[in-house]
T-cell receptor
Framework: KAGVTQTPRYLIKTRGQQVTLSCSPI?????VSWYQQTPGQGLQFLFE???????NKGNFPGRFSGRQFSNSRSEMNVSTLELGDSALYLC???????????????FGPGTRLTVL | SQQGEEDPQALSIQEGENATMNCSYK?????LQWYRQNSGRGLVHLIL?????REKHSGRLRVTLDTSKKSSSLLITASRAADTASYFCATDASNYKLTFGKGTLLTVNP
């Protein structure tokens, strides 16, 4: 089975721009979660989608949004980029069927976003 | 705030030695997971232990969970240079949300 793929792998943007990151989960996985990783804050949960519905979200401003398509692929969008948005953005997929608890997450390689 | 906190923040050992990392968390959980991350790359799942389990093994890995103390430990036996990575614990105190600690950076010297 192919693993989780994320595109693009690297991105450079300037402040005020917007960006869209893409994630393709492992075949058969219906849950996709997004995380932001920075040296200062570590790994922080952004949101989780299952069957095109957002089931939980972290404490990020509304500039961060996401969606999931019927084939389980997911995108996240960050509008009006700020310098502090520079980070490694990781997506993870799982079966998502175990009720409220979290399954094993399978992570993609991440998208390294640099905001200048 | 972080639900899980790993200790120590950094650990340096020689090849062949054992490495122990600890994780403490704040609220009740359904399960606790350990992940490994090689520098700047995606995380790799190592092991999941459920709240009703006390110990679990996987190859050279041994994980314990003490729900009364809200703590877990990860033991890597007979470490290798390839084990050099950051190790994170993650808890699912909230619905469909994994909360990660800040990690332990393990360096295994050849």
């Amino acid at each position: 089975k192919a693993g989780v793929t994320q595109t693009p792998r690297y991105l450079i943007k300037t402040r005020g721009q917007q960006v869209t990151l893409s994630c393709s989960p492992i075949s058969g996985h219906r849950s996709v979660s997004w995380y932001q990783q920075t040296p200062g804050q570590g790994l922080q949960f952004l949101f989780e989608y299952f069957s095109e519905t957002q089931r939980n979200k972290g404490n990020f401003p509304g500039r961060f949004s996401g969606r999931q398509f019927s084939n389980s692929r997911s995108e996240m969008n960050v509008s009006t980029l700020e310098l502090g948005d520079s980070a490694l953005y990781l997506c993870a997929s799982s079966l998502g069927l175990s009720g409220r608890s979290s399954d094993t997450q399978y992570f993609g390689p991440g998208t390294r976003l640099t905001v200048l | 705030s972080q639900q899980g906190e790993e200790d120590p923040q950094a650990l340096s050992i020689q090849e062949g030695e054992n490495a122990t990392m600890n994780c403490s968390y704040k609220t009740s959980i359904n399960n606790l997971q350990w992940y490994r991350q090689n520098s700047g790359r995606g995380l790799v799942h190592l092991i999941l232990i459920r709240s009703n389990e006390r110990e679990k093994h996987s190859g050279r890995l041994r994980v314990t969970l003490d729900t009364s103390k809200k703590s877990s430990s990860l033991l890597i036996t007979a470490s290798r240079a390839a084990d050099t990575a950051s190790y994170f614990c993650a808890t699912d105190a909230s619905n469909y949300k994994l909360t990660f600690g800040k990690g332990t950076l393990l360096t295994v010297n050849p």
